[in-house]
């Protein structure tokens, strides 16, 4: 009898695949990292991960490539600054995929940089039908003048 994996089972995998992290994944799914571990090894556990994953790989297409680069491109870096400003910020609430990395000195300093928006918009313009001199000179004064790498 084949038996139907339970919520808990399926919660687990979704949030693993999602997060490649085993902890987070067990928290996501109400269950302890022992059980998470005995998860991974079980067969029909891994099976079910196979199955998502090749769910989830037919779900993309260029056209969410794009969109996302997009996304990048010209997303808000509003939560990126919340995070260094608030004293206690609800990280699990923020949007922080501009963030490319965070430093905090010795002396309180906080430093954080964000993604090359430049290099985000060169490659889409790429994407959208190639670059032209006058895109590239134009990135090129953006980059030069600091304007876009906030």
Not at 43 to 56: A, H, I, Q, S
Request: proline share 1%; aromatic share 4%.
């Amino acid at each position: 009898m084949n038996r139907e994996p339970d919520k808990r089972v399926r919660e687990f995998c979704l949030a693993f695949i999602e997060t490649m992290d085993i902890g987070r994944a067990a928290e996501e799914a109400g269950i302890s990292r022992r059980q998470a571990m005995e998860l991974l090894e079980d067969g029909r556990t891994v099976e079910l991960m196979d199955k998502y994953r090749m769910l989830t790989a037919r779900q993309i297409c260029a056209d969410d490539a794009v969109r996302r680069l997009a996304e990048l491109a010209f997303g808000r870096a509003n939560d990126c600054v919340k995070l260094v400003m608030e004293q206690e910020p609800d990280i699990s609430s923020l949007r922080l995929d501009l963030l490319a990395e965070l430093k905090r000195g010795s002396n309180g300093v906080i430093e954080i940089k964000l993604l090359d928006r430049v290099k985000a918009l060169e490659q889409l313009l790429d994407l959208l039908g190639g670059t032209s001199n006058e895109a590239e000179s134009f990135f090129r004064a953006l980059e030069e003048a600091g304007g876009v790498d906030v």
